[in-house]
């Protein structure tokens, strides 16, 4: 079944303690990037990658970092987690460019307190 | 860089009417625009995008219209059903960098 899969899809955290969120699909898609999603502000766009070893800012990448070692996996890292990023995070995929249809995993609420 | 604006972000209909949700974006270079279907609990999924070098694209009782002069595009869904209940999100998309609007939540009432 083609799929994105994010892990965990819940994470309860405290300020400060390096996390990491999982991001993997398995439709050979070259495009991958990360949204978070906060009430009235809608989907915001924190990384994209183009392809292996290609990352992009997108509009709010500040307190975030991004691998692209393998063309399936796309990770999030946030190195010191402040509780201003507490949000529900979207991974998304798509074929060739951004211009093709995205496809979003199941999302991960995260809580920095 | 782009910046989308979503009106209204609340609407609410009658079952069998038609709901219009409307968009603008700031950068005249955007030239992809999706819309995306959130319903609750559930991760966004498309239902409907245009490119610019398109007027208007219809998929059964969703359509979409495009007016690159203006900058704005819309979002019309005709005879209305309660499954279509769910948050709606327009986005624009320049140099793979994509925004999306803040959302439109609609209700579509039996």
């Known amino acids: 079944e083609a799929q994105v899969t994010q892990n965990p899809r819940y994470l309860i955290t405290v300020t400060g303690k390096k996390l990491t969120v999982t991001c993997s699909q398995n439709m050979n898609h070259e495009y991958m990037s990360w949204y978070r999603q906060d009430p009235g502000l809608g989907l915001r766009q924190i990384y994209y990658?183009?392809?292996?070893?290609?990352?992009d800012k997108g509009d709010v990448p500040e307190g975030y970092k991004v691998s692209r070692k393998e063309k399936r996996n796309f990770p999030l890292i946030l190195e010191s987690p402040s509780p201003n990023q507490t949000s529900l995070y979207f991974c998304?995929?798509?074929f060739g460019r951004g211009d093709y249809e995205q496809y979003f995993g199941p999302g991960t609420r995260l809580t920095v307190t | 860089g782009e910046n989308v604006e979503q009106h209204p972000s609340t609407l609410s209909v009658q079952e069998g009417d038609s709901a219009v949700i409307k968009c603008t974006y700031s950068?005249?270079?955007?030239?992809?625009f999706p819309w995306y279907k959130q319903e609750l609990g559930k991760r966004p999924q498309l239902i409907i995008d245009i490119r610019s070098n398109v007027g208007e694209k219809k998929d059964q009782r969703i359509a979409v219209t495009l007016n690159k002069t203006a900058k704005h595009f819309s979002l019309h869904i005709t005879e209305t059903q309660p499954e279509d209940s769910a948050v709606y999100f327009c986005a624009a998309l320049r140099d793979n960098d994509m925004r999306f609007g803040a959302g439109t939540r609609l209700t579509v009432k039996p």
């Open positions: 990658s183009m392809n292996v070893e290609v990352t």
């Open positions: 950068d005249s270079a955007s030239n992809y």
């Open positions: 998304a995929s798509s």
